[in-house]
């Protein structure tokens, strides 16, 4: 069984500060993590190679320096690792990001592709969904559990008050959520082999798709605006008060607001 | 494609079991507020099996419109028939916009019907509106980068313009009592191609708690609390004060509470009556999910927690000691005004 795993690399954003001045995101020092759904994707591929046997690729698109979450990857234990990198593919939205994956993704054997849910610098949850689109073929989303068995894919599909219990017959595409597992950490021996392994370049040149179709050109949507938000007026801050008299006082505001 | 073609504001009805979702009643709200700036009509897209009698509710709710798309094959949610059926809408009624709840269905349906239709599609906007440089363009306003930043995107050369709407952000209209609106059933055939995934087993999650989202009062717990026996108080306290208990994330990550009940970016996105924050530090992706509620109390031992800057007020101390007592005084008012 081939396993393609899409990861993309983020900014850690529990670290990532406002420039006061400008409005614009510091990336300067903020670490770069693999995103959490696609670790936990990538897990799931891994435990699925471990139990009964399967080819991991992990493929990510970004500029080079992405190149540190395959390595990563590799010192997880997939086998292979592919970076889809062009300056073409620059400024790209979900729908050209997709469009682009896909493209790559048919160059690989693959019988079983997960990517993460969604990504925690832009929480769009909708690059997966586009790639199944694009490969033309079934994706269940928001996984849980994932079993494999022959050729076909049992997932159990997290909705907000109910699960499904969904079998598709493979090639299929899963999205991964955080819950499915925790990550191995990366081994020692893992790590010396990530970096002997060479990790292959796809770019604009190997792939059959229009300029129209790529980057910021081939993107449907624009940015036309960022801002952070504007704080709101301060409120009052009491302290000093023992809790019989925090407990009044909560009491109080509450009657003046008339929710008491 | 000639965008001039495209018209009118169509609003995804995410109806499961045969009850209409509510953040399908929030976006024909805000879909009505819409269609004035754009002097255009609202539309609801209604699919499933059997469904026809929620047209009336759709009606009251601010819909002018209804397209129903009514097959035994769209009865339960799956991904390829209910992108199929929304793609053939999409063909024959040519929306300038289309929009969908930002829910576990929203987000797998609009993500793939936006890939086959090759239009733009912006993901859990929590602000729309029309732009006025007379192109009448949606403007999309959303959360980047766990809330420490907000965008606003336009689809300007595609359509229909889509975006996932938050639920619990957009404001319902007070439904319109007796209102009716014409009903165009739409027959749309699914390919057997599409039924790609077999459904083997619909479990449904045992609740009986109201569903955060819908509380007026909630009295929310966060790593503050100590622990899972506290939260119990916090129970107390909200059945006192007629409310429900939702948490911060840390305390759905250190297992104490569930997932279903998790405020913020990661979670769901509340704006009760009243959130009074007990021991949650206010992590941005938290206040992201709560800051517009109407009124907020906070109470953490931290001066420096980030929780007060939201609050209008904020009270430093130990909620673990302060909810117990407040919890008495409260039953006491109500006592006292029974008399």
Redesign the interface.
Known sequence: MNIVVCIKQVPNTNEVKIDPKTGTLIREGVPSIINPDDKAGLEAALRLKDSQGAHVTVLTMGPPQAETALREALAMGADEAVLVTDRAFGGADTWATAHTIAAAVEKLPYDLIITGRQAIDGDTAQVGPQIAENLNIPNISYAEEIKVEGEYVTVKRQFEDRYHILKAKMPCLITALSELNTPRYMTPGGIVDAYQKEIKKITRADLDVADGDIGLKGSPTRVVKTFTKSPKAAGTLVSNLNSQEAADYILEKLKEKFII | MNIQDYKGIYVFIQQVDGKVAGVSHELLGKARELAQKMETKVTAVLLGYQVSGLCGDLASYGADKIVLVDNKDLE?YS??PY?YAVCKVIEHFKPAVLLYGA???G??L???V???I???????CTKLDVADDGTKNL?MTR????????????????RPQMATVRPGVMQKIKPVEDASAPVDSFAVEIPESMK??????????E?HKIDIQDAK?LVSGGRGMGGPENFKMLEKCADV?GGTVSSSRAAVDAGWVD??IQVG?TGKTVRP??Y?ACGISG?IQHLAGM?DSD???A?NKD?TAPI???????????AT???P??T???KK??ADRKK
């Open positions: 339960i991904t390829r992108a829910t576990a269905i987000r797998d609009a993500p793939r936006a890939a086959k090759r239009t733009g599609l912006t993901a859990d403007l959360p980047a980068f766990g809330g420490n930043i907000m965008a606003t995107i336009i689809c300007p050369d595609y790609d995934v077999q459904i083997l087993g619909v479990v449904k999650k609740s009062i004060l997932k279903d970016q009556n009243l009074l992590a800051e009124f907020i109390i109470i001066e007060f800057d939201a609050a209008d007020y904020g009270i430093v101390g130990d000691k302060i909810i007592i407040f008495e005084e409260v008012a109500l």
